[in-house]
């Protein structure tokens, strides 16, 4: 892998801060964020310079039960290509779940959420990951999440599960410290076992965020100074191997550029921290990697046996992923084995980041109802799963109140609804021939 240098996450807000920065060598850009043919301007200025940009997909979903989108797939390699980036970024996450293989609705998480770390969901993904790798023009590295809550039985531990990934596809890996961190807080987790027992020669690059604690509970929120315990697993990281790459996170409640380069600084002086300690070698203070299970040999096995066994494998994942999703998205009971206090904050944090990524897409719907946008928004998605985008989830949100008489004030009520009717058709009224007919029926539908 190519050496990267110093990071930082590329946002809109920060873009003028990000090129004046100092010191930054390469910079990573959410992959569904940005248009192939419409590069930002400040994206090619980066470029024009020699800074490499890497785009970093959200929404692929590789540990989910179906296999990789092609749509979305064709869609990251494009970004990869207008780029000029050595590599592609996505996660180790399920984000949708139902449909054909569970003959039930589909399901959006709008969110990551954690892959149960098991021999079926493990053959699944390597799986994705091979089809993905197949249809990308450059190498893919996935990233460790972090989670709020943990699956029952599960059969290995991160760094089993991570190390059987990259040894059986060859994918490179983006571990973030900051997701070690989550899941030391959140689930108990040793992130200096998950270090000993990772392949760090598989590692392309380093993600470092903040967040916060609330009632225990350690939230991933990438809107907050970088704590030290993260800092020291960085340490701790860069004690065992040299990281490519190590890029700062931050996608909210942004400080000052001079905030921004202490952290950035803080982060070296991390780095720098474990390349001066002694080589780390196992010790008797070190947790002792636990051994990986066998896995079930299939080698023996011909064609239509495996192929036979992977679709029983996602059949099963299939099922587990849509009734845990379910219990976070649309109210059913929590499956069996899982923490029921926790589903509960999962689920509250899955409809809080649903509420601020359609303030986001529709930034016209917090103006248009002010203070009442939010508490109106989480009413709705208690009983209204995402079934699709954002922006769908916004138009969505806008009929049901329209079709519930609200909001109450009628001038605020009219301009909704043109706000509405302009962004419901395939292309703005004014682009559509038919637009006044579109229109009256509309009406006709959400008159009160």
Known sequence: MERLGTGIGWRPEIADAVEAMPGIDWVEVVAENVCPAHLPDSLLRLRGRGVTVVPHGVSLGLGGADRPDEGRLTALAERARALG??????????????????????????????????????????????IAQEALPVPLAVENIAALLAWPDEELTEGQFLYELADRTGVMLLIDVANLHTNHVNRGEDPARALAELPLEALAYVHVAGGFERDGVWHDSHAHPVPRPVLDILTDLASRVAPPGVLLERDENFPEPAELERELAAIGTAVGSGRT???????????APAPVPDAAPDDARGPERRAAGS??????????????????????????????????????SLAAKRADVVAKVAPELPLLLGEGYRTAFLAYAQTHPMTGGYR?????????????????????RRELREWWLDRSGPAPRSHRPAARMARAAQRVLLRR
């Open 85 to 130: 980036s050595p590599l592609v970024t996505e996660h180790i996450a399920f984000v949708r779940a139902g449909g054909a293989l569970t003959a039930s609705p589909r399901l959006e998480a709008g969110h990551l959420l954690p892959v149960p770390r098991t021999r079926d969901a493990l053959d699944v993904l390597c799986e994705n990951v091979r």
């Open 277 to 287: 300690a002694p080589v780390h070698a196992a010790t008797d203070s070190d947790p």
């Open 311 to 348: 679709e029983s494998a996602r059949q099963r994942l299939a099922l587990a992923q849509t009734s845990l999703l379910s219990a976070l998205v649309a109210g059913t009971p929590a499956p069996e084995g899982f923490d029921r206090v926790r589903i509960g904050v999962q689920a509250r």
């Open 392 to 412: 769908q989830d916004a138009l969505e949100f806008a009929e049901s109140l329209l079709l519930a008489g609200r909001p109450h004030d009628a001038v605020v």
